[in-house]
């Protein structure tokens, strides 16, 4: 994984990425913004449909561009290695809704997991953080459940500040809170 780097969501990686999905086994995956596909009625195992959904994602951070409602402007990055799709980081531009507010923040990432363990979800979350200052952002809300030990460590290693751990009581029962959650701030 010495070759890792961040690239822009490309077509190129289709079948990369269905391994990656594959190990994964759903489309729930921490920052690829993958759950778009479901809101355009994109199956993303068919190349036309995924480059309909990597050109989405194109699309996202533009100004110009309006998300779906309750969703926010977002750019998405790609961790790879040559030919080979190993996660994403996705940056909200703001905290479009009340679970990005309280649960999601700004920044989501995930790394396949046959190459976890690499250091790369920091070369992802530090990628996203980069990502915010090009923006002008000033603050960003890093989020993780508190049994992720892994993220949390990832979270503070690049910066993160703990605001607090809440509890899943301390949320709106709508926004389907199991485990506590740790909140962590950066200030960019």
């Known amino acids: 994984m010495t070759h890792a780097k961040l690239t822009q969501p490309s077509s ?13 086994g759903t489309l729930d995956q921490d920052g690829s913004a993958a759950f778009l596909a479901a809101r ?17 994602l194109h699309q996202m951070p533009r100004a110009e561009f309006s998300p779906p ?14 030919v080979a799709y190993l996660g994403a980081a996705s940056l ?39 990502e915010g200052r090009s923006l002008g952002m000033e603050r960003v809300l890093v989020t993780c459940k508190q049994p992720n030990r892994a993220s949390a460590r990832t979270i503070e290693a690049c910066g993160g500040v703990l605001e607090a751990i809440r509890p899943p009581a301390s949320f709106a029962p709508a926004l389907g809170v199991t485990e506590p959650i740790c909140r962590y701030w950066f200030t960019l």
Do not use: M
Request: proline share 1%.
């Open 12 to 24: 190129s990686f289709h079948a990369s990425w269905l391994e990656s999905y594959d190990e994964w």
């Open 40 to 56: 355009y009625d994109l199956n993303l195992r068919e190349g036309g449909h995924f480059s309909q959904w990597v050109d989405l």
């Open 69 to 82: 409602e309750g969703l926010a402007n977002q750019t998405t990055i790609w961790v790879t290695d040559g």
């Open 92 to 130: 909200r531009h703001s905290l479009a809704n009340e679970y990005l507010k309280e649960v999601g923040g700004h920044i989501g990432y995930g790394i396949r997991p046959s190459a976890r363990g690499n250091g790369l979800a920091k070369l992802a979350l530090n990628g996203a953080l980069q």
